[in-house]
């Protein structure tokens, strides 16, 4: 699909939606807020799928072989970008005649996902082409890094989460290729936990980082393509350019389908996102890390298993399940974190025993892990507050905004914070819709 992406036929329905309605979202908080986007955009969703998912990258290979034939090749990747038969990308791209691959772009974990810190630049054992580091001094590439490739191909599985760096890395890419003129293109594959929950604050300009690129939400419901065409449409690239940008559609993707219904078998993406089980709850509970409260790291459930030493597994699920939240449980639940060989640092509360909950999905369309993780720090602060400490700066980036950390501070309630970004969120909804792929 070329950049001149047109309107998704149901891109005017947002503008005919009454304000009784508009009001009623407003004060929607456990409800399901999952389908706020799709109630709006995409109201005949969830059709049967019964051919599995191809993804960009075998799209490529096979059928848009032309868009780099007889080009030098820049990939921008990591190990989760495998093609059908399970060879890596980059591996079949150095093994092709008619293409020649020449340079390698590593993301946080590096292009075969064995880095522990910091990417170093290095040559590629499989390949014996060069890699560049995007997870050190620089996460974009310098005019150095770029000089000798006709074409950049970024081709990396994303989660669906704004603070997951890998849709920063696409950012500054983009951005990159754009400054030197260089065509990229764009490989798409599925948003593991579906492209219809759409949640979260709008990420603030002043905390623009590498885990808020964009002002996009937490969850941000979108393929890694779609989001290369909306940075692009909405100028959110460095500097106002926009990228020659290409993006490589997956065919048989639907917007309702889990991971699991795609026929793809799921990568490690990173130390601790083991599973799609790990996924479900991360937009919610990774805004842990900004708080002295373990995440879950240095265990076999991260981002499930939530608490602290300081705290009470038996309190906190009990305040958590008399709010009767959509689509889960909160089991009371004690672990001791322990740093394991592929740990990139030590967690928090190595060797210590922690108390509090596993997050227990029931339901994961009707979950809204986003606005639960609110309610988790909520009650975590509730039953000590004493003991419970931001790590301010920290959280402000993930979160992307500091009202959340300050209404919590005054007191607010969790549906008093939702309030606050309901209407930026609809406002996101319809500017993203000019820019969905799939149906």
């Not at 030098?72 to 990591?78: D, H, K, S, Y």
């Not at 754009?178 to 603030?204: M, S």
């Not at 606005?371 to 992307?400: C, E, H, Y």
């Amino acid at each position: 699909m070329e950049t001149d992406v047109g309107l998704s036929p149901f891109g005017g329905l947002i503008h005919h939606i009454s304000e009784d309605l508009h009001e009623s979202l407003r004060h929607m908080t456990r409800e399901r807020m999952r389908h706020i986007c799709t109630l709006l955009l995409f109201p005949f969703l969830g059709l049967a799928q019964t051919s599995p998912v191809v993804v960009g990258a075998d799209v490529l290979i096979h059928e848009r072989f032309d868009l780099i034939e007889g080009k030098r090749v820049g990939l921008v990747t990591n190990h989760s970008a495998l093609l059908a038969d399970g060879e890596h990308l980059a591996d079949a791209l150095h093994a092709l005649t008619g293409t020649k691959l020449v340079a390698l772009y590593g993301p946080e974990h590096g292009i075969r996902g064995d880095s522990t810190g910091p990417v170093e630049n290095a040559i590629d054992s499989a390949t014996g082409v060069p890699v560049f580091s995007l997870y050190g001094k620089s996460y974009k590439p310098t005019l150095e890094m770029l000089t000798g490739v006709d074409v950049l191909i970024f081709d990396i599985q994303d989660v669906g989460a704004r603070f997951y760096t890998y849709v920063s890395t696409l950012g500054h890419v983009m951005s990159a290729a754009a400054e030197n003129n260089i065509p990229v293109i764009v490989l798409d594959r599925p948003n593991p936990v579906t492209g219809l929950y759409v949640d979260g604050p709008i990420a603030e300009d002043s905390l623009k980082s590498f885990v808020a690129y964009a002002p996009i939400p937490i969850a941000h419901g979108m393929t890694i393509g779609e989001l290369a065409f909306m940075y692009n449409g909405e100028g959110w690239l460095d500097n106002g350019v926009a990228a020659r940008l290409t993006v490589v559609e997956m065919k048989n993707w639907k917007r309702s389908m889990w991971y699991d219904q795609t026929g793809l078998t799921w990568v490690r993406l990173s130390p601790n996102m083991l599973t799609l089980s790990t996924a479900i709850p991360y937009t919610g509970t990774c805004l842990f890390e900004g708080i002295n409260i373990s995440e879950g790291r240095g265990t076999d459930r991260p981002f499930e298993y939530i608490g602290a030493p300081w705290s009470s597994a038996d309190t906190v699920s009990s305040i958590l399940n008399s709010q009767r939240l959509a689509g889960v449980k909160f089991v009371p639940k004690e672990f001791t974190p322990t740093r394991r060989p592929n740990d990139a640092s030590v967690p928090k509360f190595e060797s210590k025993l922690c108390k509090g909950v596993f997050v227990d999905v029931t339901d994961r369309d009707a979950f809204q892990p986003v606005r639960a993780g609110v309610w988790m720090i909520w009650a975590f602060k509730q039953t000590n507050p004493s003991a419970f400490q931001w790590r301010s700066s920290r959280f402000d980036r993930l979160a992307g905004t500091a009202r959340i950390r300050n209404m919590l501070d005054q007191g607010k309630t969790p549906p008093e914070i939702f309030a606050t970004w309901d209407a930026d969120l609809r406002r996101f909804c319809s500017i993203r819709t000019k820019y969905l792929i799939y149906d």
